[in-house]
């Protein structure tokens, strides 16, 4: 909160967000979220508001390539970064491998926690081909890219939930995926 110069107390900011490589300039209240923001102020509603305070992975979003949850993130702390939405993730109206591997193997039903289930696959993706551990890593020294096994993959997307219990697909998905991701990128 800034005083606006007339001895009132400011609450909102004009803030640039650059989501999925198109530049916004909205104005929010400072204590806006990135997710109301993203879908409300700029009609991405591809991310999804499940519980709206940081327990189901719904409303994941990439923020500098890696995953954030966009229900606790204010807008004003995204100022500046690359966002990615699920809208963003398919370049040139291709769908990337993560993408058609959730619809090749049915990695979803009702599709609520699909936008961030993808979102945070991706980011998952870049975090273990940088080399960081898990909980269920064995040998977590840095050295050594662990192996991307089941367990790996459960227990890195143990963040998101999905109502309707696919997870054995969206984990085959992932896992089938995951060669053709690296490459894409
Ligand atoms: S809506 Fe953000 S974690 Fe559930
Ligand atoms: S597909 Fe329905 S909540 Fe995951």
Same mark, same amino acid.
């Given at each position: 909160?800034?005083?606006?110069?007339?001895?009132?107390?400011?609450?909102?900011?004009?803030?640039?967000?650059?989501?999925?490589?198109?530049?916004?300039?909205?104005?929010?209240?400072?204590?806006?979220?990135?997710?109301?923001? &993203?879908?409300?102020?700029?009609?991405?509603?591809?991310?999804?508001? @499940?519980?709206?305070?940081?327990?189901?992975?719904?409303?994941?979003?990439?923020?500098?390539?890696?995953? &954030?949850?966009?229900?606790?993130?204010?807008?004003?702390?995204?100022?500046?970064?690359? &966002?990615?939405?699920?809208?963003?993730?398919?370049?040139?109206?291709?769908?990337?491998?993560?993408?058609?591997?959730?619809?090749?193997?049915? @990695?979803?039903?009702?599709?609520?926690?699909?936008? @961030?289930?993808?979102?945070?696959? &991706? @980011?998952?993706?870049?975090?273990?081909?940088?080399?960081?551990?898990?909980?269920?890593?064995?040998?977590?020294?840095?050295?050594?890219?662990?192996?991307?096994?089941?367990?790996?993959?459960?227990?890195?997307?143990?963040?998101?939930?999905?109502?309707?219990?696919?997870?054995?697909?969206?984990?085959?998905?992932?896992?089938?995926?995951?060669?053709?991701?690296?490459?894409?990128?």
């Amino acid at each position: 909160m800034t005083d606006n110069g007339r001895g009132e107390i400011e609450t909102r900011s004009e803030i640039s967000l650059r989501v999925n490589d198109v530049d916004y300039r909205v104005a929010v209240d400072n204590r806006r979220t990135l997710l109301d923001a &993203v879908r409300d102020d700029l009609g991405l509603t591809g991310t999804k508001k @499940g519980c709206d305070h940081g327990q189901c992975g719904a409303c994941t979003v990439l923020l500098g390539g890696r995953r &954030v949850l966009s229900c606790l993130t204010l807008a004003v702390a995204a100022e500046g970064a690359a &966002v990615t939405t699920v809208e963003g993730l398919a370049g040139d109206g291709e769908l990337r491998p993560i993408q058609e591997a959730f619809v090749r193997l049915d @990695g979803f039903q009702c599709g609520f926690c699909t936008p @961030g289930q993808l979102c945070s696959a &991706v @980011g998952m993706l870049a975090e273990h081909a940088a080399g960081w551990p898990s909980a269920v890593t064995r040998d977590g020294s840095p050295e050594r890219t662990p192996e991307l096994t089941e367990e790996e993959i459960r227990e890195r997307m143990s963040g998101n939930l999905c109502r309707c219990s696919a997870y054995p697909s969206i984990v085959r998905a992932i896992l089938e995926a995951s060669a053709r991701e690296a490459v894409a990128g």
